[in-house]
């Protein structure tokens, strides 16, 4: 009987506290997207606030931005974040931040305070998508989006269409950022971000209501961070070749030539499904890295001579693609090698398979990486050839009297 009367003011103490977390929507500012500059010796934190009136259903004003941003500036991140009271009524709340862009001067600076700062927050997430801007994060955060209210909640829709449909990027999180410049080479790749077409700002809502807008923002070029500092770019074609080496790609079309020394790529095709393996293999002191890759695809355009009910015919379609292949990803490796910059995994698939001899070379790998001789092998399986065994001209001219 004693131990109750001690357990129930305990208990009564619990559940009079049941709420003392709560959060109000009307006392926080919900972020859905925020950027990152260096200026002038500062830090620049911008924040893209969602306005919960202009995104209601039943709000009349139409012609309203959804989204508000603001900066602060600060000698380290977390100060200028601190001082956002001074600037806003309300708490800012980045529990609902769906992405973060990084402009250029600050990825030049270095990652590693903004790292830092997200392991230490616990309102920060780590499934974050991580841009870099070719030029202002502010100025990416403005831009307004045909199609969707909240401009971060597109580029992350950006994001995740182009990785299932074009796999030229891959989307690249606060966590998987963290995995690779905590892991084996301290590299990694990032989307860039720009403002495409004239040079006009979209950052007003009566933009949006002609056909169409003058600029647009689009993913483009792919930055390459070595350690926690942005070393470089490579352009689109080269970054699909990096995707193929990574392993990343989903689904992409490829479009080829008719013959081998064909210049026109007039026929393509659709792959569905990839797979690549990195093999590295240690010959007289010399790294060799074997990628083996796979991939299943549908033919989309078939501009060529040839009857496709012929199988000998349907092989040497997969040939020509397996050769396309093959240079997009000879161009992306080429790109990463002349930036010395091991964003493709080599360095790990190394440690992998011989780490005693990773731990000899580990220090100098910057300057071995260049020197890998690559070898690539590739096998492509055609799953459909559509309902016509040859080109529309080729059908035209059959039913020609």
């Not at 905590?182 to 004239?198: E, K």
């Not at 074609?237 to 990574?246: A, D, H, I, R, Y």
């Not at 790529?265 to 010959?283: D, G, M, N, Q, Y």
């Not at 396309?324 to 493709?344: C, F």
């Amino acid at each position: 009987m004693n131990k109750w009367r001690l357990l129930l003011p305990l208990l009564a103490c619990l559940l009079a506290t049941g709420c003392w977390n709560r959060v109000e929507l009307n006392d926080i500012a919900v972020i859905s997207a925020s950027g990152l500059d260096w200026k002038d010796g500062n830090w620049v934190i911008s924040y893209q606030v969602v306005i919960p009136q202009a995104i209601s259903s039943q709000s009349a004003a139409g012609n309203s931005a959804a989204v508000n941003v603001f900066s602060t500036k600060g000698e380290s991140v977390r100060s200028a974040v601190s001082k956002a009271s001074q600037e806003t009524s309300r708490r800012l709340y980045f529990s609902h931040t769906q992405i973060i862009i990084i402009g250029q001067e600050a990825a030049r600076k270095g990652l590693g305070p903004l790292l830092d700062t997200y392991l230490r927050n616990h309102d920060s997430r780590e499934t974050v998508s991580v841009y870099i801007a070719k030029g202002s994060a502010r100025r990416m955060l403005e831009q307004l989006i045909p199609l969707e209210k909240i401009p971060g909640a597109a580029i992350q829709r950006m994001i995740t269409n182009e990785e299932m449909n074009s796999s030229t990027f891959r989307q690249m999180t606060i966590h998987q950022l963290l995995l690779d410049l905590l892991g084996t080479t301290h590299a990694t790749s990032i989307p860039g971000l720009i403002v495409s077409g004239a040079n006009e700002n979209i950052d007003r809502a009566e933009q949006l209501t002609h056909t169409s807008t003058p600029s647009k923002v689009r993913l483009f070029d792919l930055a390459l961070i070595a350690g926690d500092k942005l070393v470089g770019w490579i352009d689109n074609e080269e970054s699909l070749g990096v995707m193929w080496l990574t392993d990343h790609v989903k689904r992409t079309t490829i479009a080829f030539a008719c013959s081998e020394d064909g210049a026109q790529k007039s026929s393509s095709v659709r792959i569905i499904h990839a797979k690549t393996k990195l093999r590295p293999e240690l010959s007289n002191g010399k790294w060799i890295m074997h990628v083996n890759a796979s991939a299943d695809g549908a033919l989309m355009e078939y501009n060529c001579e040839g009857d496709l009910a012929k199988p000998k015919q349907v092989e040497k379609i997969e040939r020509l693609i397996e050769r396309e292949i093959t240079s997009i990803i000879e161009q992306g490796w080429k790109a990463v090698r002349k930036q010395q910059t091991d964003v493709v995994g080599f360095g790990s698939a190394i440690h992998k398979k011989y780490p005693k001899q990773w731990s000899k070379i580990s220090d100098s790998w910057p300057e071995l990486f260049p020197d890998t001789e690559v070898k690539v092998s590739i096998k492509v399986r055609l799953d459909s050839t559509g309902m016509s065994g040859s080109g529309f001209k080729k059908e035209q001219k059959k039913g020609s009297p």
